[in-house]
């Protein structure tokens, strides 16, 4: 996520304050509504039950 500017400690902070979630159009994937600052995110999140972990797609700036 260097690329949009967050470390993990800043994805493990948006994921401890998410708002809600729904499945992604793509099948095994989830889209969790959170914030950062003051603007809105949305994290593209997969589970991984094998593992036991939650990998993280993708993190996107939602624009008003």
């Known amino acids: 996520m260097e690329e949009r500017g967050l470390a993990e400690t800043d994805l493990r902070a948006m994921l401890e304050d998410a708002a809600d979630y729904r499945e992604s159009a793509a099948p095994g994937r989830f889209i969790i509504a959170t914030t950062f600052g003051v603007q809105n995110w949305e994290i593209v999140v997969e ?5 036991a ?5 993708t993190a996107y700036r939602v624009e008003s």
């Open 47 to 51: 589970p991984d039950e094998r593992e």
């Open 53 to 57: 972990v939650l990998v993280v797609v």
